[in-house]
């Protein structure tokens, strides 16, 4: 099984400060890949837009014909942002016909807390929001090494147009290390041999 965890960094005039970006004024600007503890980043201040989803297009046409047992790509709350914001950026400037979210093995931990119910999950974890961040996780499941300071995504513009790059980078990295972590973390805790090994907990075996 080939699992990449997946973040993307935009920007979009105007947007300094911003909690969330202009869906219809924005630009993807970098694309993060995690496997096997290797990173891979496609930078649009290198080349353009246009080629950094060209690139990420190839990459993800070897997969549509695979098995999705045989690999997927996980990331948080990609299936409300990541993938629409790549799916609209890549119509308007590949003209390709490609269903990110259809053709692909997707996995958003964001949307594992509906699983378990929930607020009830959510309140299992000490939360009281609906929506829960990365950060948050972070404190729950005891990575605090891997926080970002609050709010770091809203200096991702300024980052760009000072043309301080390496930051919008490092802050990509994090947000990969902290989806891994908790994927790891969730795969461990609910894993079918760690549910068995609960429930024989629980009956006193």
Not at 14 to 35: C, R
Not at 45 to 58: G, V
Not at 66 to 74: D, G, H, P, Q, T
Not at 159 to 176: P, R, V
Request: with cysteine; charged share 30%; glycine share 6%.
């Amino acid at each position: 099984m080939e699992e990449y965890y997946i973040d993307i960094e935009t920007y979009g005039k105007g947007e300094i400060g911003a909690l969330y970006p202009n869906l219809h004024g924005s630009k993807v600007i970098l694309i993060g890949l995690l496997k096997d503890g290797e990173f891979e980043f496609l930078k649009e201040w290198e080349h353009d837009e246009k080629a950094i989803l060209q690139k990420f297009m190839r990459k993800v046409l070897v997969f549509k014909h695979k098995e999705v047992c045989e690999y997927r790509f996980i990331g948080y709350n990609i299936l409300r942002f990541d993938m629409p914001f790549l799916q609209r950026r890549i119509l308007e400037l590949i003209d390709r016909s490609i269903n990110l979210t259809y053709d692909l093995n997707i996995v958003d931990i964001f949307q594992w807390r509906y699983i378990f119910n929930g607020h009830e999950f959510m309140n299992e974890f000490g939360f009281k929001k609906e929506y829960v961040s990365l950060n948050d996780w972070m404190k729950i499941i005891g990575r605090r090494n891997l926080l970002s300071q609050k709010r770091e995504n809203k200096l991702i513009p300024l980052w760009y147009e000072q043309g301080k790059y390496s930051k919008i980078i490092e802050h990509c990295k994090k947000d990969l290390k902290q989806t891994e972590a908790l994927y790891t973390f969730f795969k461990n805790k609910y894993s079918p041999l760690s549910l068995l090994k609960q429930d024989l907990h629980f009956f006193n075996f």
